[in-house]
């Protein structure tokens, strides 16, 4: 049998999971099935890979392991949560949080002790029993499949605290009657904590998706009669001839068949100049046509576009990026679980040992005693204040950095600094502004001013990027601009307008010129792009435009250089890449790379990359890599795969993320050991039989207030290191 036979692979799309724990979970689980060769879980898409092996087992099974451990398999292709499991599940959180919010008023008003027992017999048992079912049969299987989770720990401190409830009903003890509100309490932070981790990455994925669609929605088809139509771009299908006006989006793949213009790829591949496109070359779906007409036969269909093969890049790339497991998920997973369970059913063999009445037919106060204290263990094993521990530091501090124009996604992305050792930069946009503007003015017996003037005033009619340049620096110097007569363009060369007062003037490429009958002086630019101009037939001088380096880069560049190796990666051509990093000092640089080789660059890198960039060609390199960081002039593609944003125009906030990390992990580990410690007290006082009730809430409020303060201190010193002298507001 050969390998392809011998082992499938399936990806499955999985609702429920909150947290790196909850990866943890199904990995494990599905590790255990006899014939799965390996199995990766990418929490941040929620979806999860299996290769097994198909003599053995099939993907229903693998489907059936995953809803047993308590987690859900979503029927959509290609969404995380499809749409009806998570109405669902949105509805049984807003249930179950009515419920627990009625219970705390009930607690308040008092009723009558048979119908205030009544209620909270009867609503916790409807939260705890049939709303948090799915919780508890995933708790119980993953206990049989040796597998120690969250969901275990919630199991057996709800039920820990709706058992004493039932104590308190059957011995009228009223003071025990309060943990039917705790058990209940407990169960809708935890059926809300998964339903919200599902709901924002099932918004992130429907966003990542809708801002692939770079494709225009419509297509304007020549059909055999010659009639133009417009119809569904997903309708055109290979040997239709498309028609595209100027400024229009290609729709799909394709090759001119007549027509000249120029077309900028920069959205898709990252290539900052316009490139001249007439009959024969190839053009790119999504690009986007200049100043003329193009009629393109198309090449490959809506699901064998460039954009598609850009989506199956970064979904092939999720396989490649790497887990992190937080503090919290190795203190809670690997030692906490284990010790409460171990302890109350420890405490409750021991405390019977000492304290039994033997041969007696009734319940002792030794049973009693022994039973209330390991109950009260379980219960005080899942606080509140763990459940707080990540979001209190986490929300804090990401306030802080949105307050600088920072948007962190998620607190494993700072984690994932620490692994960082190589740091990748896209050149256009990212180091360079990624916008031509113009960067000198040669005139020739001309006014410079006056050069300007004339040239801005024929620019007024183009949709160029170059005219905008030009625009640009005329507003900048507050040019008047004049009026055109005429005006005519040649796309891929240039423009011709006459001029109120008579002048003619052409403004474009050096050829354009000398067709035209011009004669044109040499002129030696390095590293820019140049534009010539003529006044009734006489060279009047240049305009150079150029996409300049960041003001900021340099001085980022040198920061982050000091701890990590920097590298270079552009679509750009080797002398335009060569002189930025000569002057940026980036000793390691790659020109003319398309998206595919930036990700295989990436994986060849990996673990311990950065990637920072800003286009829908760096979308798959910066998802293959263990960090992404998109800047402020990124597509919506590279801001959704991006964990981390830099939202305002100042690069000087990157370094900023990578030197205040540790700050925030070090918050969280502190509300970890804040929060275990309160119930390290709570377990001894257990011990000691000195647990009551009040001790119990009490120690549940101590616990969350230093959680709070301490969140609320460390957001303090953050703020502090965040300052940036003149910083860059929006």
């Known amino acids: 049998m050969s390998k392809s036979e011998e082992e499938k692979v ?70 995380i949560f499809s749409y009806k499991i998570l109405r669902e599940n949105e509805i049984r959180s807003l249930i179950s949080i009515a419920i627990s919010s009625s219970l705390l008023v009930l607690m308040m008003v008092k009723p009558s002790y048979v119908l205030y027992v009544s209620l909270l017999i009867f609503l916790t048992s409807i939260n705890l029993f049939y709303l948090a079912k799915p919780i508890h049969l995933g708790a119980l299987y993953a206990l049989r499949k040796k597998i120690l989770n969250e969901h275990v720990l919630y199991g057996i401190s709800s039920i820990n605290a709706y058992i004493l409830g039932v104590i308190g009903t059957l011995l009228t003890l009223r003071n025990l009657l309060p943990f039917f509100v ?39 088809v020549i059909m055999q009669n010659g009639e133009e139509r417009l119809i569904p771009v997903k309708d055109v299908r ?76 970064i979904n092939m790339a999720k396989r490649y990026r790497s887990s992190i497991m937080t503090f919290y ?19 409750f063999i021991i405390k019977l040992i000492v304290n039994l009445t033997f041969f007696s037919f009734t319940i002792s106060p030794a049973f009693e005693n022994a039973v209330v204290n390991a109950l009260y263990i379980g219960v005080i094993g899942y606080p509140c204040a763990i459940g707080f521990t990540i979001p209190s530091a986490a929300l804090l501090s990401f306030s802080e ?46 006014d410079e001013d006056e050069l300007l003037q004339i040239v801005a005033s024929v620019e007024n009619n183009s949709i160029h990027p170059f005219s905008k340049a030009i625009l640009d620096e005329a507003k900048k110097r507050r040019i008047r601009l004049l009026k055109v007569k005429e005006y005519r363009e040649f796309p891929g060369y240039g423009i011709m307008g006459v001029l109120e007062d008579g002048r003619e003037v052409l403004v474009g490429k050096k050829e354009f010129l000398t067709m035209q009958g011009v004669y044109v002086s040499e002129t030696v630019s390095k590293n820019l792009s140049i534009i010539y101009i003529a006044v009734n037939k006489e060279h009047k001088g240049i305009i150079e435009i150029k996409d300049e380096i960041k003001d900021e880069a340099l001085e980022i560049v040198k920061s982050l ?22 002057k940026l000092k980036i000793m390691e640089c790659y020109h003319g790379l398309s998206p595919e080789k930036k990700f295989e660059m990436v994986k060849k890198l990996i673990p311990g990359v950065a990637y920072i960039g800003d286009g829908i060609n760096d979308a798959a390199a910066m998802t293959a890599s263990d960090l992404g960081i998109a800047v402020p002039s990124s597509t919506d593609v590279t801001k959704n795969v991006a964990d981390i944003l830099i939202l305002y125009n100042d690069l000087r906030l990157i370094p900023k993320v990578f030197s205040t990390s540790n700050s ?13 410690s309160f119930n390290i007290i709570g377990i001894g006082l257990a011990l000691l039989g000195l647990l009551t009730p009040l001790i119990v809430m009490l120690i549940m409020a101590l616990s969350l207030i230093s959680v709070f303060s301490n969140a609320y201190v460390s957001s303090i010193l953050l703020s502090n290191k965040l300052k940036i002298a003149d910083f860059i507001k929006p």
């Open 182 to 220: 705790i058990a209940s309490i407990l169960t809708s932070i935890h059926i809300s904590s998964g339903w919200m981790g599902a709901l924002i990455r099932y918004k992130a994925d429907k966003s990542l998706r809708r801002a692939l669609e770079i494709r225009p929605p419509m297509a304007r």
């Open 10 to 79: 399936c990806t499955l799309t999985v609702g429920g999971m909150a947290c790196v724990f909850c990866a943890s979970t199904i990995e494990n689980g599905l590790k255990k099935l006899n014939g799965v060769n390996s199995c990766k879980v990418i929490l941040e898409t929620g979806e999860v890979i299996v290769k097994y092996n198909p003599a053995r087992l099939n993907e229903e099974i693998i489907r059936r392991e995953i809803e047993r451990l308590g987690y859900y398999v979503s029927e959509d292709i290609g969404s």
């Open 329 to 347: 998920d190795k203190v809670i997973s690997k030692y906490w679980v284990p010790f409460v369970i171990i302890l109350t059913f420890a405490i």
């Open 238 to 313: 290979i040997g239709d001839i498309v028609k595209v006006k100027p400024g229009e989006r290609i729709p799909l793949d394709g090759i001119v068949i007549d027509g000249n213009s120029e077309v900028s790829e920069a959205m898709i591949t990252g290539e900052s100049e316009l490139i001249p496109k007439s009959k024969g070359d190839y053009v790119i779906g999504g690009s986007t046509n200049g100043s003329g007409v193009l009629v393109i036969k198309v090449t490959s269909d809506y699901t064998k576009t460039y954009a598609s093969r850009l989506l199956g890049l």
């Open 401 to 446: 950095y949105m307050k600088k124009g920072i948007l962190i996604k998620d607190i494993n992305s700072l984690y994932k600094i620490k692994i960082i050792k190589t740091i990748i930069f896209d050149k256009t946009g990212t180091l360079t502004y990624g916008i031509p503007k113009v960067k000198n003015i040669v005139p020739i017996g001309i």
């Open 561 to 582: 250089s000091k701890k990590y190796n920097l590298v270079l990666l552009s679509g750009d051509s080797r002398e335009t890449v060569k002189d930025v990093c000569n």
């Open 664 to 676: 925030v992990i070090g918050s969280i580990q502190r509300n970890v050991l804040l929060a275990i």
